[in-house]
């Protein structure tokens, strides 16, 4: 039942949070949009966060072991309670990012790399977005645009750091470190994806080369043993060698009279 609900629930929860990240990108991206955009914006934000609590509870309600299902699932739980506690937006694009990659990594067509690279584009647009949020108006940021964001964001998640735009203030540098961070681990996984391929191609090459070489062998072997059964099937049996007639000239000379001595 569980995996039913899962399986049903998944592409409206995905829609869900693609409406979740236009809804949280639109007030940054347009500041000085009508204050009922800025209200709907706030407004589908909880909606949907809604929705992904709703459907932790459901999930939680139908496992057949409760207490399993919240051990085994505590980014869920978080996602669920962070934004109890501190009802931020930007914890809510937190929440959002953890339940949308537990629910990818449930979908069975999504391969690794799609979903690496799905990560990759996720943390880059919110990060650039929630950075360009806490430093535009920072005295002393100089992030003031989206595409400083964007520059800035690609450059921690790969590690670089350029240095030309940094983040001045406690939550922006915050955000830096759970950037490069994710930049680290998303390269490991790509690296890690990239030599285990290798290793299972030249694993594969191995195989077909043993089931070539067992096959050979098999074949030696068993024309060895048609040989074999040949060379018997070939040869006489002892019995039937002996009870043989012998050839006709031999007979003829068996049946001629014995010389005689001549007399004196």
Known sequence: MKEHWEERTRTPLLALAVAFGVAYAVPIVAPGADPWV?????????????????????????APARWAFVRSHPLDLLAVVLPMVQPLRLLRVV?????????????????????VAGAVVGLMMFGSLAVL????????????????????SFTTMTTVGYGDHAPTTGL?????????????????????????????????DDAVERRQTELLEALALEVRELRAEVARL????????????????????SELPAPTAPTA
């Open 133 to 152: 949020h806490v430093e535009r108006d920072a005295p002393d940021g100089n992030i003031k645009t989206l595409g400083d964001a964007v520059w800035w």
């Open 234 to 253: 070939s040869a006489p049996p002892p019995a039937q060698a002996a009870s043989e007639p012998p050839p006709p000239s031999a007979q003829a000379a």
């Open 172 to 204: 922006g540098r915050v955000l830096a470190v759970g950037l490069m961070l994710s930049g680290i681990a998303l390269l490991g996984v790509v690296t890690a994806n990239i030599a285990a391929w290798f290793i299972a191609r030249f694993e594969r």
């Open 95 to 115: 929440s959002t990012l953890l339940l949308v990659g537990r629910r990818a990594r449930m979908a069975p067509q999504i391969t690794l790399t799609t979903y």
């Open 38 to 62: 800025h209200r709907l914006c706030a407004r589908v934000e909880w909606v949907v966060w809604a929705v992904f609590a709703l459907d932790y509870l459901v999930r939680l309600a139908i």
